[in-house]
């Protein structure tokens, strides 16, 4: 849950990366972290293997600037894609605001979103959340690809409630702050109202 | 949901930055921070300009994640102590009031033995407070907080911080 922090007037809140392994969930925090100016970011850490997967998690902490009086930020966190790391993935989904559950729009890789999109919804549950109830938004990566899905095949399989959506290239960056403002509108829409 | 919203006040903080600053004094400490289960850093004392403290709240808290999975799989409820030893400087780690994180940064100039004990004292000073913290948060979700200030937010509060 956010952290509302009164003494030193600040709002931080979660956002995690969801999506089946090399979807670009740690490239969109990439892009981010690189067209993002001095002052406003952290330093992004990443938790990896020699081989660049994600092994734990990746985090970028972001300073957006002011809300009525309080610096608003938001930590970035991806979630290791690879099935076999799911118990790591519970832990990161602890304490969300928001989630971007980022698809391959590639045709071979439907199954492994389906997968990773049940998955997402299942560790939430464990942890008390409802998906539907959640800030949340999808994003259908890869478009520059040959060989990808339609969008609108994509949104009926994924999307059956019709949250937000976009379509991305996260290697060039294409969709990518979209994505990212999507959810952090939807975040502190959801604050306002928690009250 | 399965944590309530983590609010602090000035009030907590002051009482919780006055039990750090004595826990670092009498610990022989560098530098201390609380940090929330979720990664957030909720106060620091010591030397804390030399460090990234965003970047050590929220590895801390992966840390205590990782390592509350493990004590799951082994059958325990958590591990509410964690030391790291380093060639200089060392880190305590344990858990407070069952949410939030202690984090005591010590090198050669103070010891395990001594950290241990003081920390299990200013554990029980800090449990008091965050206890009344977390009660007056409730209490004032139930109510409703009229001084909330983001009850009041619009459209265009939101899309000026991206512009």
Redesign the interface.
Known sequence: MSFINYASRELNCKIVYYGPGLCGKTTNLQFIYNKTADGAKGKMISLATETERTLFFDFLPLELGEIRGFKTRFHLYTVPGQVFYDASRKLILKGVDGVVYVADSQEERMDANVESLDNLRNNLEEQGYNLDKLPYVIQYNKRDLAGIVPVEELRRELNPTGVPDFEACAVTGEGVFETLKAVAKLVLTDLKKGR | ??????????E???HITAVSEKLLREANARVIFLV?????L?AGVGETERF?T??LA??TA?NI??T??LAKLIGEKEFSILFHEGERDNLHISIVAGRVILVVLFDTRSSLGLVRLRVKKASEELTAIFDSLMKKAEEK?KV??PE??????T?E??D???R
């Open positions: 949901m399965s944590n309530p919203q983590l609010v602090m006040y000035d907590e903080f002051r929330d289960k979720n990664g957030q909720i990234d965003t970047s929220s590895l992966g994640a990782a509350g999975g979700e409703g907080d909330f200030p983001f009850a009041e937010i459209d509060d939101i000026n911080l991206f």
